[in-house]
């Protein structure tokens, strides 16, 4: 079974970086695409960054020029470098894979999604 598992959350001043990490396990072949989507509290999820296995990546504009994403496509992994952190990127921050070709029968996944990691960002 494909599994993300997400590191690097925590709490840090405004202005501040923090690099988030996510790596996807499971016999995995192929991923299309990886991302982070976030949820603030009594908002909806939204997309962060994604980027695909060839390189091309899209950004919210409210982090653009801030944050930046990248991958492993060898190491199944994906990372968010967070700098001039604000208030308002305080959410819980979602990897997220689409895509995904894993095990011996080259089953597809549409979507798997990790547990989430709190970013909390304060003034």
């Known amino acids: 079974q494909v599994q993300l598992v997400e590191s690097g959350g925590g709490l840090v001043q405004a202005g501040g970086s923090l690099r988030l990490s996510c790596a996807a396990s499971?016999?995995?072949?192929?991923?299309?695409?990886m991302g982070w989507k976030r949820q603030a509290p009594g908002k909806q999820r939204e997309l962060v960054a994604a980027?695909?296995?060839?390189?091309?990546?899209n950004y919210a504009d409210s982090v653009k020029g801030r944050f930046t994403i990248s991958r492993d496509n060898a190491k199944n992994t994906v990372s968010l470098q967070m700098n001039s952190l604000k208030p308002e990127d305080t959410a819980v921050y979602y990897c997220?894979?689409?895509?995904?070709?894993?095990?011996?029968?080259?089953?597809?996944?549409?979507?798997?999604w990790g547990r989430g990691t709190l970013v909390t960002v304060s003034s």
């Open positions: 980027i695909t296995s060839g390189g091309s990546t």
């Open positions: 499971g016999s995995i072949l192929s991923i299309n695409l």
């Open positions: 997220n894979a689409e895509g995904v070709v894993a095990g011996t029968s080259s089953y597809r996944y549409r979507e798997v």
